[in-house]
T-cell receptor, first 118, second 108 residues
Framework: GAVVSQHPSRVICKSGTSVKIECRSLDFQATTMFWYRQFPKQSLMLMATSNEGSKATYEQGVEKDKFLINHASLTLSTLTVTSAHPEDSSFYICSAREPPGQGKTEAFFGQGTRLTVV | LAKTTQPISMDSYEGQEVNITCSHN???????ITWYQQFPSQGPRFIIQ???TKVTNEVASLFIPADRKSSTLSLPRVSLSDTAVYYCLVYNTDKLIFGTGTRLQVFP
């Protein structure tokens, strides 16, 4: 299957600083990428949908000014956690899909980023 | 709200066949049924996808009845390494919403 690469795999940052997480589709062009957050022993919670060249669509309850999403190219989306606090510590996962209409509906996931805010 | 309902957990023993059923009563005509596997601290991994009837690949089979309101993931002869959370998703071109998933524990 297609490969989605997420970087870094884990990061520790101080409270009040910002952290950027990258998500790349390595062998296909992704017009749409999704960002999820997952707390221990819970399911993935969708944070936002990122569309190439346009503003991201955030789910209800997700602060767009805190979680900045940029999808500047067909292979790269970034999530920046601004002014991070300990409650932002979580496992962040990105997902990418090929453009609809090409007979493929699979979504591929990155390996996730473990963020710890101290 | 997630479009799917699955058992929260299941237990099995090595070598047994495991069947996990997912309910999706409001599936749309264009929706596909897709199953993912997730190990701790990893992103979900695609297992199998289908639209109707039966789909089989090297790791699993997916059974979908004619009304498509449910589906069953079948894992033949599970091993300890199949211990994971299994998610059933129903979608086409819209966003992927995860339900609770099924936590499968395989015992020796």
């Amino acid at each position: 299957g297609a490969v989605v690469s997420q970087h870094p795999s884990r990061v520790i940052c101080k409270s009040g600083t910002s952290v950027k997480i990258e998500c790349r589709s390595l062998d296909f062009q992704a017009t749409t990428m999704f960002w999820y957050r997952q707390f221990p022993k819970q399911s993935l919670m969708l944070m936002a949908t990122s569309n190439e060249g346009s503003k991201a669509t955030y789910e209800q309850g997700v602060e767009k000014d805190k979680f900045l999403i940029n999808h500047a190219s067909l292979t790269l989306s970034t999530l920046t956690v601004t002014s991070a606090h300990p409650e932002d510590s979580s496992f962040y996962i990105c997902s990418a899909r090929e453009p609809p209409g090409q007979g493929k509906t699979e979504a591929f996931f990155g390996q996730g980023t473990r963020l710890t805010v101290v | 709200l997630a479009k799917t309902t699955q058992p929260i957990s299941m237990d099995s023993y090595e070598g047994q066949e495991v069947n996990i059923t997912c309910s999706h009563n409001n599936i749309a005509t264009n929706d596909y049924i897709t199953w993912y596997q997730q190990f701790p601290s990893q992103g979900p991994r695609f297992i199998i996808q289908g639209y109707k009837t039966k789909v089989t690949n090297e790791v699993a089979s997916l059974f979908i009845p004619a009304d498509r309101k449910s589906s069953t993931l079948s894992l033949p002869r599970v091993s300890l390494s199949d211990t994971a959370v299994y998610y059933c998703l129903v979608y086409n071109t819209d966003k992927l919403i995860f339900g609770t998933g099924t936590r499968l524990q395989v015992f020796p």
